[in-house]
């Protein structure tokens, strides 16, 4: 069990990430969610980072791998906050994230998980109908 | 070239390598870099730290601040004792691990500084030394 707590919203999950990280946090951070998903048949993930200060290859492979485990499990993840000097870190690294979602903040990141959930259920609704 | 200032960190276990990333931070402050240069380097650290710990056997880091006429610096130097890299441009290569990494660990710490060494002998340790100025 990782010590960042994660919240249920509706269908949502949302964990706020508060600390700087080490390994071994994120590690558990990303089966804990993993487990989560199904555990709580959640739709959308939300991850805040808005509070991390740096996010280096470690933490960008565990965000990837959150969102692909996600997706085999038909939910949706958001990152959101990410502050612009991480961000312009992050892309001379040579990190792109581009299997991530992301979104400024916790309001875009949310109507972002609606959208697509909503699209994905119509979808459902016509095929079945 | 003048070293303002030094300290010597352990590099043993994940823990360490979240000192590091706080203690480069506190002295990239220190010497007055940007927001931007602050997150470059320690994000530069914290990858190189991480080769330390995870391939290294664990070891040491020195942080220095410089001072050269007008220019601040700082400079980090990560010495392990563990088996070595037999091929530094292979390890050097994007998307190249022989752990379960992305690969990017010393390939981006090199483009996230302004200055980028690594000596390494088989068997008896690496020594990566980089630094950014202000």
Redo the contacts between chains.
Sequence with gaps: MSEIPILKIGDCLLVSIQVDMHDRLAMALQDDLTQRIVADRARGVMIDISALEIVDSFIGRMLNNIAAMSRVLDAVTVVVGMRPAVAITLVELGLALTGVRTALNVDKGLAMIRSIIDKSESADAHRDG | MLIETGETMPLRN??D??RV??AV?ARAVGAGFS??D???I??AA??VA?NTVDYGGGGTLRIEVLRDGRRTGVRLTFIDQGPGIADIAKAMT?GYTTGG??G??L??AK??SNEFAITSTPGSGTVVTLARWK
């Design positions: 994940s823990d390598v979240v990333r706080q931070r927001l931007v602050q997150t470059k320690v994000t914290s990858e991480r994007d990494g992305l990017l660990g390939s981006g483009r996230l």
